[in-house]
């Protein structure tokens, strides 16, 4: 077994626009050589309680196979004003990380969603935050809430500008895939050319998809 395994702090399952079941993703990313996966689905105040149904799954699979299984959710396309309202309840029904779907540059999310996302400490990671203030950089890094660089197409689009303040300013960074099918898991590898692509220094590659993860899920 290599001892760079890949941790990925957002993916979908079929609890919401992902193509396969929690068994079957996890299974995926078990043989693409992943120490822990967090099935992060899409919810907003309609279907909050998906973050208990999630729990149950990943509580079922991670007693039997050898990969951490994080239940979790993906606050999207929300009124800001509810945003650490939701990512409280997510948590009081079972979710570990807490995702934010933030201003990617290809969806019309909300302006102010990366801000407040930053200011609740009950977020663990703004995903795809596109092209975030200075401003928001500082207050996630004082709220101790990690910015996404980002696999996926078109949220992609704003990883060098995350890179370059996240690492000029000390944010947790950490690369995800935001997955949801089978072909968009990636290995370690891989998530090494992300990074580098993004214009992470090779210095910064085990903060970035080691050590920054792993702070998150001791967190929790």
């Known amino acids: 077994m290599s001892e760079n395994k ?3 702090l957002h993916t979908h399952s079929l609890f919401s626009d992902g193509e396969l079941l929690p068994s079957e993703l996890v299974r995926r990313a078990d043989i693409l050589g992943h120490k822990a996966i967090a099935i992060t689905d899409h ?16 509580n079922d699979i991670r007693d039997y196979w050898d990969i951490e299984v994080i239940p979790g959710v993906e606050i999207t396309h929300t ?15 079972g979710a570990e990380i807490v995702v934010v779907h933030g201003e990617t540059p ?3 999310v909300k302006p102010g969603t990366n801000m407040m996302a930053a200011q609740s400490p009950s977020v663990d990671i703004i995903g795809h935050p596109g092209l975030i203030t200075e401003e928001e950089v500082q207050i996630a890094v ?10 996926r197409g078109g949220h992609c689009l704003g990883n060098g500008h995350v890179a370059e303040l996240g690492l000029e300013y000390g944010a947790d ?3 995800d895939t935001d997955t949801h099918a089978p072909g968009d898991l990636i290995d ?3 998530s090494e050319v992300v990074a580098l692509g993004a214009g992470i220094p090779e210095s910064e ?15 929790h």
């Open 43 to 58: 919810v907003d105040a309609s279907n909050i309680e998906v973050a208990g149904k999630i729990a149950q799954a990943a």
């Open 79 to 93: 009124p800001i004003e509810v945003i650490d309202k939701l990512a409280n309840k997510a948590r009081s029904l």
């Open 142 to 151: 004082d709220n101790d809430v990690a910015l996404e660089i980002s696999y």
């Open 6 to 8: 890949r941790i990925d």
């Open 188 to 190: 370690y590898k891989m």
């Open 106 to 108: 290809v969806e019309p």
């Open 205 to 219: 590659l085990e903060n970035v998809l080691k050590k920054n993860p792993e702070k998150i899920l001791k967190k």
């Open 173 to 175: 960074l950490v690369v």
